[in-house]
């Protein structure tokens, strides 16, 4: 059975972003299709340029922040969207590539702007499955 899966959990005010994999990166990439589901439609998204992305962060929680951070980052400053993501970490390094395309209004009905990922919730760990599990709040 695969662990790999993204949702989103209720917070006040805000959207709680999960990501669960067999492995850290994977959890992490899913974390990132919640953080993109948060805004519009995966789907709907052609993963059609590669970003390259790297973080450092001296514990997996703190690595994860970095991660969705970066990636709200580049989608402000790109003006993307991201549908595909490719993360190796060892829990203090990520070395990622997410793909993506240019913010078309036409085609991408956008929900909310995401500010920030926040400590609000913030834990990376194994569940009782063995499965990884990645989360946080993210500010809208």
């Known amino acids: 059975m ?28 899913q974390a990132a299709l919640a953080l993109i589901a948060v805004i519009t439609e995966p789907a709907g998204v052609r993963g059609e340029t590669p970003v390259d992305l790297h973080c450092e962060a001296v514990t997996p929680d703190l690595l994860l922040l970095d991660w969705l951070n970066s990636l709200i980052y ?12 490719e993360v190796q970490t060892d829990a203090a390094t990520l070395q990622a590539k997410a793909w993506g395309e ?17 400590f609000c919730e913030l834990r990376v760990a194994r569940d009782a499955g063995d499965c990884w599990v990645a989360q946080c709040v993210v500010d809208v």
Not at 102 to 118: G, M, N
């Open 74 to 85: 580049e989608m402000a400053v790109r003006r993307m969207l991201f549908s595909r993501f």
């Open 2 to 29: 695969s662990c790999a899966r993204w949702e989103h959990f209720e917070h006040v005010g805000d959207i709680g972003v999960r990501g669960v994999g067999a492995t850290l990166g994977e959890a992490f990439e």
């Open 102 to 118: 240019a913010v078309d209004r036409a085609r991408h009905e956008l929900a909310v702007e995401v500010k920030a990922a926040s």
